[in-house]
């Protein structure tokens, strides 16, 4: 799940952020020279008010501002619900999702406090929690044990976020209300008067359309699973789920109304997921060890199926970590640790020593969940835990009981024993099958060691993007897609086919790599069906260099494979130039003239519209780069074509501007000096 960036420069915000954080916090926030202790003035709280930041750069805190990063508020706003049911307050949780686009999460827990801010007498604490950052509302962390910010960036995110947000709170019989639009207090803390039969928090928002984009709507089915999830993840609690019936249609499986509860937990879970599957033992190995929800316990629920492909699903703080880190590590190494134990035991030792972990994971279903003081989450999306105390967590809660549990029933052991010797045996020989066939594909046809193939081994459908530069190259191989998308970074200007002679070409280690690349040959030797790709396509940066690069290339296809031209192989890329943004909007320019036409078109006429310019390929995210030049669905492609009426012409356009002869060349620029732009001058 993303954080925020840790703040590096200390600031005044810093010490804000300290006085609402627990203790261990605090250390840290001390430690970065922040000080708890600090005297607020008048002005720090002017600080405070602000969460412009998460509204400048909604990516930092939710990760984007994309359908994912929506559903992220969802994530945000039922986790702090949870964090109060884990820590033994709540019992219910409901979500209900209206016809108006507004998501409500309900809880009966103690409700956030309503008084005045300890730090900030002016404020209730209800305010401060929901209008500063960082401040989960996790104030005393004797009182609320398991959670200080359990996970996750605060609700006043999703506060800020949201173009309306309205809190109710019913504690000590009293029911208080208060509502933000984008963050911001519309009106004072209003006290409702007496109830009897409700306590708890609810919480009701519709994302700002300005940050997700008009269309942008929560998704029936998408927060229907991650509130059953949580139900499975803490027995202890009974969630409620209720939608309009209207977003229901064309949806499956999506009930207008259910409610969850799984006092089985992860066992349920496993049981419902692989209930038709066949089993390798008849026992789903499950168990737990601490309080679910306080620091340092763990859960788990273990299936091996001969069926159907196993799965890991796993979770840190009720959070999934669909990319894994060290909890999974933790379990991974208990069961093999486990299964090579119990092989000794039963005198099988030689038989199970080339098992792996790999081996182990390939048929089990398997649920995790650990819980952790302030986790830490890594990777692009979050989505892997890496706090490194979760493995030793996990390793120490599962191995006694994987080893009683093999014990405890002989004959499912030795068959599950047998089962991943059995995977172990196979891999064994794929492997080898691999090596053998790998050798004879490399005698074949030697690739160069910079190209990244594509998995795809056809030419049809296969495309090569031969790059400028590393770092190009480097973006490129990260924005592609690895099926069907081979990339070949070239360094620097390529040789000059027109003008060098054959020795040089011959001795030229980047045309090698090319020709090896695309594997047809050349000229006489050219062979239409050797051709490793059906797309050959040149990705150059949007600049003068970019372009001289681009027609070194087509010069040497041109002279070297004129069939691969003439059958329509060759390909330019259109990457953009700039970069236009405003709000949530996003468009691309190739240059200067798309660019004023887009401005015109795209925005408004006196929209305060960013403007970012590319320095080059290298410079981009992968992302931008899949979205803008190489997503088949998205980009435009320049097909390079020779003018069938004019062969001889091209031929003389070639010799003059590529050839040895320096004055053909010279005459060509003198000729066309009017039409350099200052630009051009420049490099
Ligand atoms: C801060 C302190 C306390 C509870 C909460 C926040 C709280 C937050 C949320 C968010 C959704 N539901 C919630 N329920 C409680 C402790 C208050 C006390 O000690 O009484």
Redesign the pocket.
């Known amino acids: 799940m993303p954080k925020p960036l840790k703040v590096q420069k200390k600031t005044k915000a810093d010490d804000l952020f300290a006085a609402s954080l627990p203790k261990a916090r605090q250390t840290a926030a001390a430690a970065r020279g922040g000080s708890a202790e600090a005297g607020y003035t008048a002005r720090d709280i002017e600080v405070l008010e602000g969460l412009e930041p998460v509204r400048r750069r909604p990516g930092m805190y939710i990760g984007g501002t994309d359908e994912k990063a929506l559903h992220h508020l969802f994530a945000e706003?039922i986790d702090?619900?949870m964090?109060?049911a884990l820590a033994g307050?709540?019992t219910f949780i409901e979500v209900e999702l209206g016809n108006d686009g507004f998501l409500t999460?309900s809880?009966n827990?103690?409700?956030?406090?309503v008084d005045p801010h300890p730090k900030f007498p002016k404020k209730s604490?209800l305010e401060v929690?929901m209008c500063t950052l960082h401040a989960?509302?996790?104030?005393?962390s004797k009182?609320?044990e398991t959670?200080g910010g359990l996970h996750g960036v605060g609700?006043s995110v999703v506060n800020a976020l949201s173009s309306l947000l309205e809190v109710e709170v019913a504690?000590n019989q009293q029911l208080y209300k208060m509502s933000f639009e984008r963050g911001h207090p519309k009106g004072k803390l209003q006290d409702l008067g007496k109830v009897h039969n409700r306590r708890?928090?609810r919480?009701r928002f519709k994302p700002d359309a300005d940050i997700f984009g008009a269309k942008a709507a929560f998704k029936p089915q998408r927060l229907f699973k991650m509130a059953r999830s949580k139900a499975y993840l803490f027995g202890g609690v009974e969630i409620r789920w209720r939608c309009a019936p209207e977003l229901l249609r064309g949806v499956d499986d999506v009930p207008a109304e259910d409610t969850f509860h799984f006092p089985g937990g992860l066992k349920d879970y496993l049981a419902a997921a692989i209930h038709a599957d066949t089993l390798v033992h008849p026992d789903i190995f499950a168990g737990k060890s601490g309080r679910t929800g306080a620091h340092g316990a763990c859960e788990w629920a273990v299936a091996w199926t001969a069926d159907a492909d196993g799965f890991l699903s796993s979770y840190c703080n009720t959070i999934p970590t669909q990319d894994g880190g060290t909890h999974e590590a933790g379990i991974r190494s208990a069961m093999l640790r486990g299964l090579k134990d119990h092989a000794e035991r039963v005198n099988q030792g030689k038989r199970a020593a080339s098992i792996t972990s790999e081996d182990v994971m390939v048929g089990a279903a398997v649920m995790l969940s650990v819980f952790v003081r302030e986790p830490e989450f890594q990777g692009q999306t979050k989505d892997r835990l890496a706090t490194a105390e979760a493995q030793k967590i996990v390793e120490q809660s599962v191995k006694d009981p994987f080893d009683h549990w093999l014990s405890g029933n002989p004959v499912q052991a030795n068959r599950l024993l047998d089962f991943v010797i059995e995977r172990a045996d196979e891999r064994v020989r794929r492997r080898q099958e691999k090596e053998v066939a790998r050798k004879t594909a490399v005698r074949k046809l030697r690739l160069p060691g910079k190209l990244a193939d594509c998995s795809n081994t056809a030419a049809e459908g296969s495309e090569l993007f031969i790059v400028e530069g590393d770092s190009a190259g480097g973006s490129a191989k990260q924005a592609r897609d690895r099926k069907t998308q081979a990339v070949l970074p070239l360094r620097g200007k390529i040789l000059n086919v027109a003008s060098a002679g054959k020795d040089k070409l011959a001795g030229n280690q980047q045309i090698a790599d090319l020709m090896q690349a695309i594997g047809c040959g050349t000229l006489a030797h050219y062979r239409q069906e050797d051709l490793r790709y059906a797309r050959i396509i040149i990705m150059t940066d949007a600049d003068v260099d970019g372009a001289h690069i681009a027609s070194l290339l087509i010069t040497f296809f041109y002279r070297q494979m004129p069939r691969l031209i003439d059958e329509g192989h060759l390909y330019l890329a259109v990457p953009p130039l700039y970069r236009l943004t405003h709000g949530a909007k996003t468009v691309y320019a190739r240059d200067d003239g798309h660019r004023d036409a887009l401005l015109k078109s795209e925005f408004n006429a006196n929209a305060k519209v960013d403007i970012g310019r590319f320095k080059g390929l290298g410079e981009m995210m992968p992302a931008q780069l899949k979205e803008t030049t190489m997503d088949p669905n998205k980009r435009n492609l320049l097909r390079v074509v020779l003018l069938a009426d004019d062969r001889e012409g091209t031929a003389d356009s070639v010799e003059r501007l590529m050839g040895n002869k320096a004055e053909a060349r010279f005459a060509f620029i003198s000729d066309k000096a009017e039409f350099a732009s200052e630009e051009l001058l420049d490099v």
Do not use: C, L, M, Q
């Open positions: 706003v702090n619900a964090d109060e307050h709540a999460v809880d827990g103690r409700g956030i406090p604490a929690i989960g509302g996790k104030f005393d009182v609320y959670s609700v504690r708890g928090t919480v």
